[in-house]
């Protein structure tokens, strides 16, 4: 399935259906990927205890936080060649918002089961 498409979204909430509860990693989170191929590209997560319940292109109302970054660093984080947590530091992923909620979900991106996860969906992209 070709990245950043709602099949690409589909089935990252699919595999999501098996990681381990997150208490308090809950949010309303939009992305905004700048530079693809065929211009930006927005997308959506509603995520409750760690868990990805919702997942679209385009935007969604009252985001907790809205995370921006440019679709080289997009890739290379789905690619497994960057750290989502080492984007954020060094400023090359832009976050508004809600910081705590932010910070929450964060510590889930260095799970084994999160891992997994990121693999399975890597494993099935069209990058």
Do not use: C
Request: charged share 25%; no cysteine; glycine share 8%.
């Amino acid at each position: 399935m070709k990245y950043l498409s709602q099949e690409w979204l589909d089935e990252a909430r699919r595999l999501s259906a098996g990681q381990p509860d997150h208490p308090g990693a809950t949010a309303r989170v939009q992305w905004v990927v700048k530079g693809a191929p065929g211009g930006e590209v927005k997308y959506s997560w509603v995520l409750e205890n760690g868990h990805l319940l919702e997942s679209h292109l385009g935007t969604i109302d009252d985001p907790d936080f809205t995370l921006t970054l440019s679709y080289a660093d997009s890739t290379a984080v789905h690619q497994g060649e960057l750290d989502l947590n080492v984007a954020f530091m060094q400023g090359r992923m832009k976050a508004d918002g809600n910081m705590g909620k932010l910070m929450a979900l964060l510590p889930i991106t260095k799970s084994p089961e999160y891992a997994k996860l990121q693999l399975a969906l890597r494993d099935a992209t069209e990058f």
